[in-house]
């Protein structure tokens, strides 16, 4: 795995230390200002904390703190996401063509087999770690057995790394596929959390005693889709283009190979052998 994607999950833990190090500030009791401006600014730093704190308001006493689970479920969040969005870029550029099907590579080996130079062909797939490359590789390692041996191992060798290209980009589908339910997982909480205040309030609620879990709810929805959204559409898109450059470079392998394909008895030679 490349360095970007070691870097991502402290690069997360920075980010979350900044918001929840910015929320506690918050929190510390300080003069109140009369300005509109410094209202206007509290809101709109507030509105912007919701993404990424949930808080909860105490019926009893109106103070507002961070409500701990909720919170958890929003990093959790945010994490997945940073994961998801590390993990398109990576499949994304460990999947081109020039990992898969280097045209350079492809045409190099076509004029040495034209030539004859079969040895440096075996030298040029073994050196090069694409695709196309190995599964080239594997086939001419049949030779000795024949035609159809080779053709046989060279399918079988393209099927097994195809598929192993495919099992890293599931990651990004169970992404897409879990994220929703932990943000449903919040969702319930966060009504959970707002229900809650109904019953405490005698059913005649302070709406500030519901935004807090009426906000929990949203923001972990929110969020999972966030995160669900790109991961399944990268794993879309990015599935279907190695399986398009794989099947090109596995025909492009066979035809290669084809020179070698013992010569089939014509019609004229059969009956003179009867």
């Known amino acids: 795995m490349s360095r970007m994607m070691k870097l991502l999950p402290l690069a997360f833990m920075m980010c979350l230390y900044c918001v929840i190090s910015t929320t506690l500030a918050q929190n ?3 003069e109140m200002s009369s300005s509109n401006s410094s209202v206007a600014a509290d809101t ?3 509105f912007a904390q919701a993404f990424f704190v949930s808080r909860k308001t105490d019926p009893l006493t109106g103070e507002t703190s961070l409500e ?3 919170s958890l479920i929003i990093w959790f969040l945010l994490l997945l996401s940073t994961l998801s969005i590390g993990g398109i870029g990576y499949l994304s550029l ?3 063509r020039k990992n898969i099907l280097p045209m350079g590579v492809l045409d190099e080996i076509k004029r040495l087999l034209d030539q004859g130079e079969y040895k440096q ?7 090069e770690n694409s695709f196309f490359s190995r599964i080239l590789q594997f086939g001419l390692q049949e030779a000795p057995r024949g035609y159809a041996a080779v053709i046989r191992r060279l399918h079988q060798s393209a099927e097994e790394l195809t598929m192993h290209r495919f099992r890293r980009v ?6 897409g596929q879990v994220s929703p339910m932990i943000g449903l997982f919040g969702t319930v909480y966060g009504m959970i959390l707002a229900f809650r205040a109904i019953v405490i309030s005698g059913g005649n609620p302070d709406p500030v005693l519901l935004a807090g879990g009426i906000g929990t709810a949203l923001t972990t929805t929110f969020w999972g889709l966030i995160v669900a959204i790109p991961a399944l559409a990268g794993y879309t898109v990015i599935r279907n283009r190695i399986d398009a450059l794989t099947a090109e470079a596995t025909i492009e392998a066979e035809i290669l190979l084809n020179q070698f394909k013992p010569p089939q008895p014509t019609e004229k030679t059969t009956k003179e052998k009867q």
Do not use: R
């Open 44 to 46: 709109g730093s507030s």
């Open 170 to 175: 599931e990651y990004l589908n169970v992404l």
């Open 121 to 127: 062909v075996i030298d040029l797939t073994a050196q």
């Open 28 to 30: 510390e009791p300080g």
């Open 68 to 70: 701990l689970l909720g």
């Open 94 to 96: 460990t999947n081109q």
